[in-house]
């Protein structure tokens, strides 16, 4: 729903009211932007849908009908009323998260996971700041959320994780911890996905027939994964590596699927780095 400014401006002086705590009628531009920034924000939650899908433990959001023509300021109080609620699931999300997380070392992981985001739920401002997402996030995640902000984008962070974590799970620790260390021997110090390396050694060894208990790639594997790169399309490779994915899944985590729809569209740019790579014998 779009809403002109007659009907927005209204809002964001209330806003500036309480921001001033009523001792002073102006604010400076900078922050009337801001504050302008915070109502469109909320007003963008309730526009979005997508909140009504809930949280992987069936936790669902306040959601107002979806073709319902409401005014400005009952959209932004609505708005209001879910961001805070998606601090109190991220935060709820986060500390699920922390029971068994495990950071493989990577020092990345550790410092964004660990030590940034007790300072994000420190720091947030729902109400007259709701677009700040505070943090950079240095861990790269899978999925794209640059279209994310405040939030949403650590809400949509956490979800990562989580799934990255489920995934390395299916592993024993140690195993995940030499294949970092075979990719990259300073791995604690990198800034790479952890789950998108273990998920490439998983395909390489799906392409060579090799089980996971034989850690070591032989000459005679890359002369393998050499010749499977020749013979075939990169849409039959694509096809094995999904077949893999769903198996893997399916198998091991319960047949996830938001875990599943996470590690998929990584497929095409893993087939690139297993071409790139075929030839180096090392997975880099």
């Not at 410092?111 to 300072?119: A, I, K, N, S």
């Not at 994310?148 to 956490?158: C, L, M, T, V």
Request: net charge negative; aromatic share 10%.
């Amino acid at each position: 729903m779009d809403y002109e400014m007659e009907e927005l401006l209204p809002i964001v002086a209330t806003l500036a009211e309480k921001y001033t705590g009523g001792e002073s009628s102006s604010i400076s531009y900078e922050k009337a932007g801001q504050l302008m920034e915070a109502v469109m924000y909320c007003i963008r939650e309730t526009n979005d849908r997508e909140f009504s899908e809930g949280k992987s433990d069936g936790t669902e959001f306040t959601c107002v009908a979806k073709n319902s023509k409401i005014s400005a300021k009952e959209a932004y109080e609505s708005g209001k009323r879910i961001v805070k609620e998606k601090v109190q699931a991220a935060l709820q999300l986060y500390h699920h998260c922390l029971q068994d997380f495990v950071s493989y070392g990577n020092s990345c992981l550790q410092d964004t996971f660990l030590r940034g985001m007790p300072e994000f739920f420190k720091r947030y401002d729902p109400v007259f700041n709701p677009q700040d997402t505070i943090l950079t996030l240095d861990y790269p995640v899978l999925k794209d959320l640059s279209k994310y902000s405040g939030i949403d984008r650590i809400f949509e962070y956490i979800r990562c994780i989580e799934l990255e974590q489920l995934f390395l799970r299916r592993f024993p620790e140690d195993f995940v911890i030499k294949v970092l260390r075979k990719y990259d021997p300073d791995h604690k110090k990198m800034i790479e996905n952890i789950s998108e390396i273990v998920y490439l050694s998983l395909a390489v060894h799906t392409l060579v027939e090799k089980p996971l208990s034989e850690e070591e790639f032989s000459c005679e594997d890359w002369e393998k994964l050499r010749d499977v790169f020749a013979r075939y399309e990169t849409s039959r490779i694509k096809s094995v590596l999904k077949g893999m994915t769903d198996t893997f899944v399916g198998k091991y985590c319960d047949g996830n699927r938001d875990l599943h729809h996470y590690l998929e569209p990584a497929l095409d740019g893993m087939v690139a780095r297993l071409k790139a790579v075929e030839g180096s014998g090392h997975l880099s």
